[in-house]
């Protein structure tokens, strides 16, 4: 079982709908980075989180400690959010090692 | 401009043949890593810096290297490629947080790498 699970593995919808895309983790951790790679392979970082609840423009993201869960919600999704979203940890071993989960490909129609 | 740099972006090499893919970022910060991303199995830590002079390995460091001689610099170092190296490569850098943690990363663009 991979440390970090992420769901769906892609999604399709409709411009203007709300989208939420979650990461589950099975091992302790000191944070929580949310990635957005474009079509083009470019890799952007979204949020980092070690707790609670973050926001950016359209994007959420939400983080639950003690049920080991994170979600990346869109708002009013656009398609120029078409991209593959990747969760990734860091454990709370002491150091400071990245688990990527596998990515969920996000098409939006327009 | 704040960016990570990487060379080369595109390169095709054959079985043996030493090779260095150089990251440089001009942040000044403390953090740098190598990933490698692989159709089907998404991206992987190779090796990561805290700080100059100081390298650990990440889950797939077999068959690379890494340096960490001045701050701004984290050459990936491979001494012998093989066929199983093929990848595309991601270099990164980051801030480190008040209790050591990472915060947040900035990638360069990537070097795709082919081994005959």
């Known amino acids: 079982k991979n440390e970090v699970e992420q769901s769906p593995q892609n999604l399709t919808a409709q411009e203007g709908e709300f989208i939420t895309i979650n990461c589950s983790y099975s091992v302790g951790i000191s944070a929580l980075h949310w990635l957005q790679q474009h079509p083009g392979g470019g890799i952007v970082s979204l949020f980092m989180?070690?707790?609670g609840k973050k926001k950016h423009g359209r994007l959420i993201a939400t983080i639950n400690i003690q049920e080991k869960h994170s979600s990346l919600h869109i708002t009013a999704s656009h398609p120029r959010d078409s991209a593959v979203y990747i969760c990734a940890v860091i454990s709370n071993f002491g150091n400071e090692k990245l688990t990527f989960g596998t990515g969920t490909r996000l098409t939006i129609i327009p | 401009e704040a960016q990570v740099t990487q060379n080369p972006r595109y390169l095709i090499t054959v079985t043996g043949k030493k090779l260095t893919v150089t990251c440089s970022q001009n942040m000044n910060h403390e953090y740098m890593s190598w990933y490698r991303q692989d159709p089907g199995l998404g991206l992987r830590q190779i090796y990561y810096s805290m700080n100059v002079e100081v390298t650990d390995k990440g889950d797939v460091p077999e068959g690379y290297k890494v340096s960490r001689k001045e701050k701004r610099n984290f050459p990936l170092i491979l001494e012998s490629p093989s066929p199983n190296q093929t990848s595309l490569y991601f270099c990164?850098?980051?801030?480190?947080?008040?209790?050591?943690?990472?915060?947040?990363?900035?990638f360069g663009p990537g070097t795709r790498l082919t081994v005959l």
């Open positions: 989180l070690s707790s």
């Open positions: 990164a850098s980051s801030d480190l947080q008040q209790w050591g943690s990472t915060d947040t990363q900035y």
